[in-house]
């Protein structure tokens, strides 16, 4: 595991190491330097600060990016489920900085590496509607336990789309999952199926750019998981995710 971090500003590039803390029973990183990379909505490199705080108990604690200003642009509010779970509580971007592109991509990379560096299981959180896109991009995964709540998902916002061919195999695997017999629709692996079904649907949104268009909004939104072992699946995407905002952290195979 590499532990620099690369933190570019104008022309000059500084490396200084990811450190870490353990006051009470977590592991923290120390202040973290990183960038958001130009893209169409930031015209220039965004230069962040990104620090964790211990909270009022050994089971809470928050992350927080300020950017080059020491102006706060977000914060995340994380507590610890049973050694072995980080739960999302809030994660918030200043509705007057939102335009600073990058900052909850960063927060939520913060909270990766310290899920691994802790050796937890997985991370959980209730994501809004507006927001479930976003946390699908970092592989986070629809964990709905009711089947009639997964059914008005699939058949509301699924199945609409069946004659577009962008969601043709989507909405095979829909049909089929929505015509089951009726003793199957209680099972633990139906529900499995349902939820990786409309994790399928939210990743061709994506793929196809079509999560920002008012009529593929989800609405009210579900609980989402992000597991250490589709994190250490995923590894290449995550690592280039932390070498495009300048974390210079690779997820080695000693993580697995």
Same mark, same amino acid.
């Given at each position: 595991?590499?532990?620099?971090?690369?933190?570019?500003?104008?022309?000059?590039?500084?490396?200084?190491? /990811? *450190?870490?803390?353990?006051?009470?029973?977590?592991?923290? !990183?120390?202040?973290?330097?990183?960038?958001?990379?130009?893209?169409?909505?930031?015209?220039?490199?965004?230069?962040?600060?990104?620090?964790?705080?211990?909270?009022?108990?050994?089971?809470?604690? &928050?992350?927080?990016?300020?950017?080059?200003?020491?102006?706060? /642009?977000?914060?995340?509010?994380?507590?610890?489920?049973?050694?072995?779970?980080?739960?999302?509580?809030?994660?918030?971007?200043?509705? $007057?900085?939102?335009?600073?592109?990058?900052?909850?991509?960063?927060?939520?990379?913060? $909270?990766?590496?310290?899920?691994? $560096?802790?050796?937890?299981?997985?991370? $959980?959180?209730?994501?809004?509607?507006?927001?479930?896109?976003?946390?699908?991009?970092?592989?986070?995964?629809?964990?709905? *336990?009711?089947?009639?709540?997964?059914?008005?998902?699939?058949?509301?916002?699924?199945?609409?789309?069946?004659?577009?061919?962008?969601?043709?195999?989507?909405?095979?695997?829909?049909?089929?999952?929505?015509?089951?017999?009726?003793?199957?629709?209680? &099972?633990?692996?139906?529900?499995?199926?349902?939820?990786?079904?409309?994790?399928?649907?939210?990743? *061709?949104?994506?793929?196809?750019?079509?999560?920002?268009?008012?009529?593929?909004?989800?609405?009210?939104? +579900?609980?989402?998981?992000?597991?250490?072992?589709? /994190?250490?699946?995923?590894?290449?995407?995550?690592?280039?995710? +932390?070498?495009? !905002?300048?974390?210079?952290?690779?997820?080695?195979? &000693?993580?697995?």
């Amino acid at each position: 595991m590499i532990n620099n971090i690369s933190y570019t500003s104008g022309k000059q590039t500084n490396f200084c190491g /990811i *450190t870490f803390r353990q006051p009470k029973k977590l592991k923290l !990183f120390n202040e973290i330097f990183c960038s958001a990379p130009i893209s169409k909505n930031n015209l220039k490199n965004r230069d962040y600060f990104v620090r964790i705080e211990n909270g009022y108990t050994d089971n809470d604690f &928050s992350i927080k990016i300020d950017d080059n200003d020491f102006n706060e /642009i977000g914060t995340s509010v994380l507590s610890i489920k049973n050694n072995k779970t980080i739960y999302n509580d809030n994660i918030d971007v200043n509705s $007057e900085r939102r335009k600073y592109a990058g900052a909850g991509s960063i927060m939520t990379l913060g $909270e990766i590496i310290t899920m691994l $560096e802790n050796n937890m299981e997985k991370i $959980e959180l209730h994501s809004l509607g507006q927001a479930v896109y976003f946390h699908s991009k970092f592989k986070f995964r629809p964990a709905l *336990t009711n089947a009639d709540d997964l059914k008005d998902y699939i058949a509301g916002d699924v199945m609409i789309r069946e004659s577009n061919k962008k969601f043709e195999k989507v909405c095979n695997m829909a049909k089929q999952w929505l015509n089951k017999d009726k003793s199957s629709k209680s &099972s633990e692996n139906y529900i499995s199926e349902g939820n990786n079904i409309l994790y399928q649907y939210l990743q *061709t949104v994506n793929a196809n750019k079509l999560n920002r268009h008012r009529e593929f909004e989800i609405y009210p939104g +579900f609980d989402m998981v992000l597991t250490r072992q589709n /994190i250490l699946y995923d590894k290449n995407y995550f690592n280039n995710l +932390f070498k495009k !905002f300048g974390i210079d952290y690779q997820i080695s195979d &000693s993580f697995c």
